[in-house]
């Protein structure tokens, strides 16, 4: 399997052998492809996601950093942080018997003056592809001299053959702050979409995705994660974004590993934090 650097603007890693394809781009340290041997792609990316250095990608797995929601300042600083939109320097692109292991950092030399979060800070993700499994672990170091807190998300876009079909299991019990009624809540059993669905789950471990149209059940595990965040936008709003092409939310659902609310990480000075999220084709 041989890896070739991509020739899009945006630059990265890709593994695109006749039927395994994992792709990663610089712009963000943006996970766009895992489509195992055999598999249907497990990842989604709108048909009419941007390309731009300046615009998020649609689909894969964003990395939400140093905040996670809307923009600070007054709008003044991007929704969900400026890890997405930034240029990752790539540390390390291997081949492991299983797949493909890929390392990318991020620090002030990369991202300059950030006047909503103005911190010394490193940032490393590492993302392994392998035929059953996609571990992505997002390591935050503050270098700096004074403490620092942070929102953080992996906010995975799985692919599925129809959202409305989908089951997700394992936030039975969970508290959870719905963003589209503003409202806190209990989960009362599996989570099902018949509607715009936008829940933050608090303390939260393993969640099953069952999607029966492709017949497909995955496991999302992780770890130094609080919250789990369930979205699809439904009609109305995915019509309203103009990356999101006709009818495309029927086939995905994020399923995100955060720490975000009140469970922003604080570090002290020379402290990391490593989140991780896994996803195993069961
Ligand atoms: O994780 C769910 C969410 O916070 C939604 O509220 C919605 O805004 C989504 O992220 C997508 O955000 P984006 O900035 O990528 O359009």
Known sequence: MAHEITTNPLRGVELNDSDVHYGVYDHGAHVWAWQPLGQDPVLW??????????????????????????GREGNL????????????????????????????????????????????????????????????????????????????ALHTYLSVG?????????????????KVSGEWADQVGEVEITSET????????????????????????????ANTVVWNPWVAKSAAMPDFGDDEWTGMLCIEAANALDDAV????????TMAQRITIL
């Open 45 to 70: 990316v709108s048909a009419k996601s941007e390309l731009e250095d300046d615009k998020p990608i649609r689909g894969g797995v964003p990395v939400c950093f140093p905040w996670f929601g809307p």
């Open 162 to 178: 129809d959202v409305r079909h989908v089951r997700v299991t394992g936030l039975e019990g969970a508290r959870y702050l719905d």
């Open 77 to 152: 600083q991007p929704a969900h942080g400026f890890a997405r939109l930034a240029d990752w320097r790539l540390v390390d692109a291997s081949e492991t018997g299983e797949g493909l292991v890929v390392e990318y950092e991020l620090d002030n030399e990369i991202t300059g003056e950030q006047p909503a979060w103005p911190h010394a800070y490193r940032a490393r993700l590492r993302v392994a592809f392998g035929p059953r499994d996609l571990d992505l672990e997002l390591t935050v170091e503050n270098t700096g001299d004074e403490a620092f807190s942070y929102e953080e």
């Open 198 to 225: 936008d829940r933050v789950y608090l303390s939260t471990d393993d969640v099953l995705v069952d999607d029966p149209t492709p017949g497909r059940k995955l496991r999302i595990s992780k770890r130094g994660s």
């Open 266 to 273: 604080r570090l002290e000075p020379g402290a990391s934090h």
